[in-house]
């Protein structure tokens, strides 16, 4: 019975382990297939892209969308941008979710539920566009950089994760053993909460660098001027002109089709010139993601 048993059980593994095989690359699939096509799309020709010929190869292979993108001078200087304002936006953020996360993770904090509240609160409810805009305007933050970092600095639910980091997986004797010897709660946190917390670092990095990076609409409202546009708000200004220039151009010579089918590849392009640098830093820290987030997951 017990080897008949041993068996079944064995058997059962089996299939189990090859239907979550079979349903993960199901979902990677799922998941990673739009991106792929539009890597295929973005060097097809589009009238073999609408006509469904492209699938899992290019069709038609043409660089006229990278071309058209990169002819224009402002994607140099919008990368730059989106650099300058990703790394300083991401160091801000993090450093204002770690100021305000570690002190809402110490119990014995004066008012910790009400502030905890507060911050709560902020997540669903807020003061609207216009007033916000007001407010920025009235600091004379109208195209200045910091419009972009101030009006979010504390990411709600990013602190929340932080917080419940430090709450789960901070040895509080630790702390303890530290300020018996003397160091103050400035070098505690630094010297021993800060790098003890690099998994969730990593994470809260990835996540201020991709929107960050991905922000194009805060920009839109408070950076009027072109030269301090970052790479998104770039790429949407030059799809809106080559959208305006085809639909006024004359269908006289096929003129028409040809500013369209240039359209249609700078989409495509774009997506992936916008894309490509998250995708080249994510398996860098890739590592730490997993442990990062679930460690700061709520525990029972």
Do not use: H
């Not at 064995?10 to 979550?20: A, E, F, K, Q, T």
């Not at 991401?90 to 905890?116: C, E, N, Q």
């Not at 200045?144 to 997986?169: D, K, Q, T, Y």
């Not at 303890?176 to 670092?201: C, H, M, N, Y």
């Amino acid at each position: 019975m017990n080897n008949q048993a041993k068996k079944t059980k064995g058997l059962s593994d089996r299939v189990s382990n090859i239907i979550l095989v079979v349903l993960c690359v199901v979902i990677v699939f799922v998941v990673a297939y739009p991106l792929y096509y539009v890597l295929v799309a973005s060097v097809s020709d589009p009238y073999d892209v609408y006509a469904g010929k492209t699938f899992l190869f290019p069709s038609g292979f043409n660089l006229d969308g990278y071309k058209a993108v990169f002819a224009d001078n402002s994607i140099v200087l919008g990368y730059w941008n989106s650099i300058k304002y990703t790394v300083i936006g991401t160091i801000f953020s993090v450093v204002m979710i770690y100021l305000t996360a570690y002190p809402l993770s110490i119990k014995t904090l004066p008012g910790r539920k009400f502030i905890s509240l507060f911050f709560i609160i902020t997540m669903y409810f807020g003061g609207g566009l216009v007033p916000t805009y007001l407010t920025v305007k009235n600091t004379g933050l109208i195209n200045n950089m910091w419009a972009l970092f101030l009006p979010g600095g504390v990411a709600v639910g990013n602190m929340i994760i932080v917080r419940n980091f430090f709450e789960n997986s901070i040895p509080k004797e630790l702390i303890e053993a530290a300020e018996i010897d003397g160091a103050s709660k400035w070098r505690t946190f630094l010297q021993i909460v800060v790098p003890l917390s690099k998994p969730v670092l990593a994470v809260m990095v990835v996540f201020s660098m991709v929107a960050y990076w991905n922000d194009w609409f805060t920009a839109l409202i408070y950076l009027p001027d072109d030269q301090m546009a970052p790479l998104p708000l770039v790429l949407r200004n030059i799809l809106i002109q080559s959208s305006a220039s085809a639909s006024q151009a004359s269908t006289i010579s096929g003129g028409y089709a040809e500013l369209s089918k240039l359209t249609e590849s700078i989409k495509f392009s774009s997506i992936i010139v916008a894309a490509a640098p998250m995708l080249v830093f994510y398996p860098f820290v890739q590592k730490y993601f997993k442990k990062g987030f679930m460690a700061g997951a709520v525990k029972g």
